[in-house]
């Protein structure tokens, strides 16, 4: 299968799975309102795949105390493809990872140089060839850079609130994204990562959910869990 494509659903999905999805939609509409507006800063499709590359194991808060720099001393994917690793390296520190993270960033530009002319490409393809990004970090780079929804970007929090909500049991991220391209329609897709995340940090908690107020409480199979 093309990495384009959406990994094919593990769960079967049923008209009463949609249904239900439909309740969740409705509902996440109404109590987390507007358009997503992304808690890493960037302004450039370059700056966001950067961004999101640091952000692992880590917060969104501490990639931007770092990005500031980072973007100053090495404002394009050329810039950056000449960078010395130990120079990077001091830039985020601060990060955790910072070695892997510092060499992945180096190698994503120079592949981006060398490959798509300094231009960071538009295509699920081509995105997941850049050392450090799978599919998770492609599906947002596409969405909030060029407008192109490929797909569900699952992270940590979508992954737990996919499987507590009993809309998946797959059990990897790909296989997760496919389960939940399946049960919402595409008009949904990005709304879907925006709302789950922000559930995921303000009530769905991994160790301690607060159940008692979550919105979604009534539609949760696994409330308390």
């Known amino acids: ?51 999101i590359a640091l952000s692992a194991q880590t917060t969104d808060t501490n990639v931007n105390k770092v990005t500031p720099l980072l973007f100053e001393t090495y404002p394009t994917p050329v810039d950056l493809a000449q960078a010395s690793q130990i120079d990077v390296e001091e830039i985020i520190h601060s990060l955790g990872f910072y070695h892997n993270k510092a060499k992945n960033l180096i190698a994503m530009a120079q592949k981006v140089q060398s490959d798509f002319g300094g231009e960071i490409p538009r295509t699920m393809d081509e995105l997941i060839t850049l050392p450090g990004v799978a599919r998770k970090t492609a599906n947002l780079v596409l969405s909030e850079s060029f407008g192109i929804v490929a797909g569900i970007a699952v992270d940590t929090h979508v992954f737990r609130i996919a499987h507590r909500l009993n809309l998946s049991r797959a059990k990897t991220p790909p296989q997760t994204e496919g389960d939940l391209c399946a049960v919402f329609p595409q008009n949904q ?21 607060q159940c008692a107020t979550c919105f979604l409480a009534d539609l949760c199979p696994k409330k308390g869990v």
């Open 1 to 51: 299968m093309s990495a384009s494509r959406v990994p094919r659903p593990v769960s079967r999905i049923t008209q009463k799975d949609k249904k239900r999805a439909q309740l969740i939609a409705q509902r996440f509409a109404i109590e987390i309102p507007g358009e997503p507006v992304p808690a890493l800063h960037f302004s450039t499709p370059y700056q966001c795949v950067a961004s």
């Open 189 to 209: 897709w990005r709304m879907i990562n925006f709302w789950m995340i922000n559930l995921g940090r303000t009530i769905c908690d991994a160790k301690k959910p």
